[in-house]
C-alpha cells in the first residue's frame, strides 16, 4: 500500500488517468470543504512511492475533478463557488479555461467517455450542465429540481447521462430525444422504492426517501447502474426495468456511502467508500447467483450480493475511491478526509 500526505488539505476526489496507469489526480480542500481554499494535485506513482508532479491552488474549495478524455493533460475540477476550471498540467499556476454559470456549488464533474469532447457538471443549484471546453458558455442546461450531489454520462452512449440527488431520485436524460417539456428527462426512478417480494419472505414496507450522493454506470452491462447515500444502502438498478425496484441490495456500511465505482475489469465487483472510514468491495451478484442464505440472515439484502473485503486504513470519511484501468484488476486509489490518498490491491483485502 502506498500513502501521500495532503497535508493541510481534506481529499474530496481522486482519479486515475485514463492515458497513464501511473498518474493520478486529487481534489482536496481545506477546513474539510466548510471554507477557504481548494488545491488540485498531480501525482506520480514511481517506485520510491507517490511523488507530487504539479498542484494547483484555487481560492474556494474541490469538490470533483475529472480528467479530459481527448487530451491527455487536462483536467476539470469543481469549484464550491459554482464555478468549474479547467487546469492544463503542462502550464503552470492558472487556468486555461473557468465558467461561472452555476448558483451553488458544484458538486460533480464527469467526462463524455464515448463522444470525448464534452463534460457534464451538477450543482446544489438543482441543474446540470453540458460543456465543451472549446466554448465560453455551456451548451445545455437540464433541470433536476434539486441538490444534484452527482452526474456521470454512460460510459456505453455519448447521448446518455444521469444523476443522482436530494430527492432520492435516479433521473436518466437522453440528449437525442426532443427537448420539449421533459428537457430530454427519458427516465426517472425512485431510488428508496421497495424491492419486488421474494418467495418466502414477507413484502418489504417502503423505505423513507433519503439524499443519494453518487452513482456509477456498469462497465459491461449498459442498463446497470449503481446508487448509494445517506440511507447506507447500494442498490442496483436496471434502466430496461424502471417499475420492478433495485436488481440487487448491498447492506453493510454504518455510515452514508459517499462513492460508488464498477470495476472495469470484472462486471459484477464494485467499490464503496463511506463516512464509516471504510472502502468496501463487493460483488452484486449477478456472477454467482442468488444466495438465499444470505438473503435470509439479512432482511435487507437482496440479488445475492455480498461484500466480499474491507480496507480500513482511513482515519476519517472516506470520500473519493477510483479503479486503475491498466494492469493487474485490482488495483485502486482511495482519498479522505484524514489527509491521506491510499493506492492499495484490492485483492489484499478479498475476505477480509
Known sequence: ?????????????????????????????????????????????????????????????????????????????????????????????????????????????????????????????????????????????????????????????????????????????????????????????????????????????????AEALTHDWNKYRDSVIAAAGVDRLIRTFDIRSPDQGPVAILPGHEYAVRKVAWSPHLPDVLLSASYDMTCRVWTDGSALGVGAEEALSNPMAMGGGRELGRMGRHTEFVVGVDWCLFGAEGWCASCGWDERVLVWDVRAIMGS
Open 1 to 209: 500500500m502506498l500513502e501521500f500526505r495532503t497535508q493541510g488539505f481534506n481529499g474530496y476526489a481522486v482519479k486515475y488517468s485514463p492515458f497513464f496507469d501511473s498518474r493520478l489526480a486529487v481534489a482536496a480542500s481545506a477546513n474539510f470543504g466548510l471554507v477557504g481554499n481548494g488545491r488540485l494535485y498531480i501525482l506520480g506513482l514511481t517506485t520510491d512511492g507517490i511523488v507530487v508532479e504539479k498542484w494547483f491552488e484555487t481560492q474556494d474549495s474541490l469538490y470533483d475533478l475529472s480528467w479530459s478524455e481527448a487530451h491527455e493533460n487536462q483536467v476539470v475540477v469543481a469549484v464550491g463557488d459554482g464555478s468549474i476550471k479547467l487546469f492544463d498540467i503542462g502550464l503552470d499556476e492558472f487556468p486555461v479555461q473557468s465558467w461561472q454559470e452555476h448558483k451553488r456549488e458544484v458538486f460533480a464533474v464527469h467526462w463524455n467517455l464515448v463522444g470525448k469532447d464534452t463534460f457534464c457538471s451538477s450543482s446544489w443549484d438543482g441543474c446540470i450542465k453540458i460543456w465543451s471546453p472549446h466554448r465560453s458558455e455551456s451548451l445545455l442546461t437540464l433541470p433536476t429540481h434539486s441538490c444534484t450531489y452527482s452526474a456521470a454520462y454512460s460510459p456505453h452512449s455519448p447521448s446518455i447521462l444521469s444523476a443522482v440527488s436530494s430527492d432520492s431520485h435516479l433521473r436518466i436524460f437522453d440528449l437525442r430525444t426532443p427537448a420539449s417539456v421533459s428537457n430530454h428527462l427519458t427516465l426517472s426512478i425512485p431510488i428508496h422504492a421497495p424491492a419486488p417480494t421474494r418467495p418466502g419472505l414477507p413484502p418489504q414496507s417502503g423505505i423513507p426517501p
